[in-house]
């Protein structure tokens, strides 16, 4: 069975489990705290599994797998009976480029142990501008790749959506004024109406707190 690493409130972690659902897989949630003074990710159990020490890992038989990327293009190339990413190529690469920019230029920056790292060691608050300054520069990239459809590209769910919405609750949950992202706002709304999403989210998640 595959079994995923996960924190409930990763977003990293919430689009593979968005990927699991969609595609249908059977899998096990296996919890690991990244709350501060538990932090079990640096304990030398999971620390020995995965040395980055971070959160999702994806264990599949003999497989493992750090990068929450590239746990989507496994499950993608492994188990393609539900497919995420489009036939054609043009469109599937519009894809991994918004997926990327997700990933790569979002979230890397927004990621706990960077706001973590700005408040202690500037004493500054990270939320009071620089969160919202780096989602209002990539949301508004993201709103202009959209397509304008019920998902990301058009009416049928892709990885952009499993990307996006995970940023968009991070978003949403710091309170983020989100009227300029009137089509990634709908997008959201869509796709927190299926229940591969909804079993997904960090409130559905058995360590929520």
């Not at 293009?73 to 894809?95: F, G, I, M, N, T």
Request: net charge negative; charged share 20%; hydrophobic share 45%.
């Amino acid at each position: 069975m595959i079994r995923l690493y996960s924190y409930w409130r990763s977003s990293a972690a919430y689009r593979v489990r968005i990927a699991l659902n969609l595609k249908g897989l059977d899998h096990e949630i296996v919890p690991v705290s990244l709350a501060p003074g538990v932090s079990e990710h640096r304990e030398e159990t999971y620390r020995n599994k995965n040395p980055q020490m971070l959160v999702p890992f994806l264990e599949d038989g003999d497989v493992a797998i750090g990068q929450s990327l590239a746990m989507l293009e496994y499950l993608e190339e492994s188990y393609p009976a539900v497919k995420l990413l489009p036939d054609e190529q043009a469109l599937r690469s519009q894809v991994r480029a918004f997926c990327n920019a997700v990933a790569c230029d979002i979230h890397p920056i927004l990621n706990l142990r960077i706001l973590q790292y700005i408040k202690s060691e500037f004493e500054a608050d990270p939320f009071a501008h620089w969160y919202g300054h780096w989602i209002h520069e990539g949301f508004a990239a993201l709103e202009q790749l959209a397509s304008g459809g019920a998902y990301v590209f058009g009416d049928t769910v892709t990885l952009a959506d499993a990307l996006l919405i995970p940023q968009m609750y991070n978003a949403r949950r710091f309170d983020v004024p989100l009227d300029a992202y009137p089509k990634l706002v709908a997008v959201a709304d869509n796709c927190n109406k299926l229940e591969a999403f909804r079993k997904a989210s960090p409130e559905s998640q058995a360590d929520a707190d």
